[in-house]
């Protein structure tokens, strides 16, 4: 059962391996943080590769197709003998010519769609970076901690808190698909006065938003999509966080 972990948190497991290995976790306290971390890691690498479709690039290159201009066709003269080949090369040349400037303009569209592409795939791993930096700070703090939970619909959540650093970070595994227009929020328990500190909508490793002083437990809520100001419902687990 200890192999599985790793499968377990790419959802590569079998329906009965599935459910042998969930109850496993309830008195695994090993697998459980090792599940979680695995599929931290996964989540971090699949927010690495994610990149968005360029949304102009058959505007650019349909543009440039029609823009070209048709040239009229060369007429032999009195003396210039009709051929075969002369007349094909005739109607040829403006077609080959418009294909020409039709292949300049798809190119310059997709050089101008690789330029944006590898913008865009530049910024994301800059944003990636910074949030590995942030999850690394706190999850590296020298006075790190760690507490785990299960909500009741069996997913395994986790949070590592840093007094230090003043910071901590949620994560959860197993965590079902929130719903159109639902989505899951994290919240800070100021002794009974619960304070947003961010949305997820899937498994992985998420920065909780706000400071962590003053705050005795972290709980987990199913909200509208956008959030709420204070919970609607009950929180789905409530974690309390080390003294």
């Not at 075969?84 to 569209?109: D, E, M, N, Q, S």
């Not at 944003?127 to 790190?144: F, G, H």
């Not at 002794?191 to 002083?213: C, E, K, N, V, Y």
Request: hydrophobic letters at 40%.
């Amino acid at each position: 059962m200890h192999t599985l972990t790793g499968a377990y948190a790419l959802h590569a497991l079998t329906p009965e391996e599935h459910d042998a290995f969930t109850a496993h976790l309830a008195h695994c306290a090993s697998c459980r943080q090792e599940a979680a971390e695995f599929t931290a890691t996964a989540g971090r690498l699949a927010g690495a590769a994610a990149l968005p479709a360029p949304p102009g690039m058959k505007t650019s290159v349909m543009h440039g197709i029609d823009s070209v201009r048709q040239l009229p066709p060369r007429l032999s003269g009195p003396d210039t003998p009709v051929t075969f080949t002369g007349v094909v090369r005739r109607k040829a040349a403006p077609l080959v010519i418009a294909a020409c400037l039709a292949a300049a303009a798809a190119l310059a569209g997709i050089a101008a769609w690789q330029h944006q592409q590898a913008d865009e795939a530049r910024q994301q791993a800059q944003r990636t970076e910074r949030r590995l930096q942030d999850l690394s700070t706190v999850m590296a703090a020298p006075d790190a901690r760690t507490v785990h939970g299960r909500t009741a619909g069996g997913a395994t959540t986790s949070v590592v808190s840093s007094r230090q650093r003043n910071r901590a970070v949620f994560i959860g595994a197993g965590l079902s698909d929130p719903g159109a227009g639902r989505t899951y929020q994290l919240w800070f328990d100021d002794h009974g006065t619960m304070r947003p500190a961010g949305l997820l909508r899937h498994d992985g490793a998420t920065l909780m938003q706000g400071d962590l002083a003053g705050a005795n437990a972290v709980g987990l809520t199913l909200e509208p999509e956008g959030g709420s100001l204070q919970p609607s419902s009950k929180p789905l687990i409530l974690l309390a966080l080390p003294a």
